[in-house]
């Protein structure tokens, strides 16, 4: 079956930019995640929606980043002003329940210039 | 300090070589146990998962959690060059509120043919 799907693939924006980052989890997955990858580093969380709202949004940075999740379904990943700091992969994830294995996208690679 | 600690390598071993990756970490609050491999502009591919404490055997990979130590291992037997990758170790509690998941540096490994 289909898994987790990111688009776009590959985004280049200019310092001062707003962006959106979409992520189609796997159908029937009712939790979704949001994490960060550094060069170098290991993913690290950002946000996790179950079903439409946000359940825990303890990692975002700071409030230029924004996620939705409207439908329970897709979900879109939104950073505002951006930031050369805010160069990084943008991985995201999904569950069936919150208890289950997480399954990864293959990430959105967002580079600030 | 941070939560989990992976020694980032790069790990070079010859094809057929056991390889020994490692995890420390230092939340007691952690229960659930993971392995990923990623390979490169990949997202993470889940590998092991393990509750608590023990060991677990899939094919050429074995994974063992040693909750007393806070020190979690996986082996991989008679490595193939196709197992060259990073390695990511990473872990989530078992409350509510903490289905994130909080991964290690990540580990590179190269196996020569």
């Known amino acids: 079956g289909a898994g987790v799907s990111q688009t776009p693939s590959n985004k280049v924006t200019e310092k001062g930019k707003y962006v959106e980052l979409r992520c189609d989890p796997i159908?029937?997955?009712?939790?979704l995640y949001w994490y960060r990858q550094s060069l170098g580093q290991g993913p690290e969380f950002l946000i996790y929606?179950?079903?439409?709202?946000?359940?825990?949004d303890s990692g975002l940075p700071n409030d230029r980043f924004f996620a939705v999740r409207p439908e329970g379904s897709v979900s879109t990943l939104k950073i505002q002003r951006t930031e050369r700091g805010d160069s990084a992969v943008y991985l995201c994830?999904?569950?069936?329940?919150?208890?289950?294995?997480?399954?990864f996208g293959p990430g959105t690679r967002l580079l600030v210039l | 300090q941070k939560e989990v600690e992976q020694d980032p390598g790069p790990l070079s071993v010859p094809e057929g070589a056991i390889v020994s990756l490692n995890c420390t970490y230092s939340?007691?609050?952690?229960?659930?146990f993971m392995w990923y491999r990623q390979y490169s502009r990949k997202g993470p591919e889940l590998l092991m998962y393990?509750?608590?404490?023990g060991n677990k055997e899939d094919g050429r990979f074995t994974a063992q959690v040693d909750k007393s130590s806070k020190y979690i291992s996986l082996f991989i037997r008679d490595s193939q060059p196709s197992d060259s990758a990073t390695y990511l170790c990473?872990?989530?509690?078992?409350?509510?509120?903490?289905?994130?998941?909080?991964f290690g540096q990540g580990t590179r490994l190269t196996i020569n043919p």
């Open positions: 994830a999904s569950s069936i329940t919150r208890e289950e294995t997480q399954y």
């Open positions: 159908s029937g997955h009712t939790a």
């Open positions: 929606f179950q079903g439409t709202g946000a359940a825990d």
């Open positions: 939340n007691s609050a952690f229960q659930y």
């Open positions: 393990t509750y608590s404490s």
């Open positions: 990473a872990m989530s509690g078992a409350e509510e509120g903490a289905q994130k998941l909080v």
